[in-house]
């Protein structure tokens, strides 16, 4: 949207996205719905048509469902977790990412031509020569 309307101010290209969206979902009835809630963003329009989408399903499978709001410690106390979960996640990938970079790779089967030895190459050689000192 930003680049085919690159002229439009960013509240314009917001709606015709959210348009585009409404055209796009292939249920007339969730469409329908969706258009007349005259969404002014797509996260707003994306948001509504999955609810009623959701509405609709339960509709059909049971008519006896209603949504129930509790309040109990044991779903912060998931999310709590799940929040300690996704940060050592992401601390442990950020640890490999920066041990990838910091170590050089070792291939057993190359040779170096700066110190004849096995396992490394001649840039990552750690070999002390009398040249470089000078």
């Given amino acids: ?29 969730t469409q329908h719905s969706t258009r007349l809630m005259e969404a002014k963003d797509l996260k707003l329009s994306l948001a509504y048509s999955m609810k009623y989408e959701t509405a609709v399903t339960v509709s059909k499978t049971s008519r006896h469902v209603r949504s129930i709001e509790t309040e109990d ?4 106390e998931r999310d709590d977790k799940f929040k300690f979960f996704i940060n050592r996640l992401e601390n442990l990938l950020n640890s490999s990412v920066a041990g990838k970079k910091n170590t050089p790779r070792r291939n057993w089967n190359v ?10 190459v001649q840039r990552e050689c750690q070999a002390i020569t009398s040249n470089q000192g000078n």
């Fill in 111 to 120: 040779t170096c031509w700066k110190c004849n030895k096995k396992g490394h």
């Fill in 1 to 29: 949207m930003s680049l085919g309307y690159a002229e439009c101010p960013l509240d314009v290209q917001k709606r015709l996205a959210a348009q585009y969206f409404v055209d796009a979902i292939r249920d007339e009835d």
């Fill in 73 to 76: 410690h044991t779903s912060r």
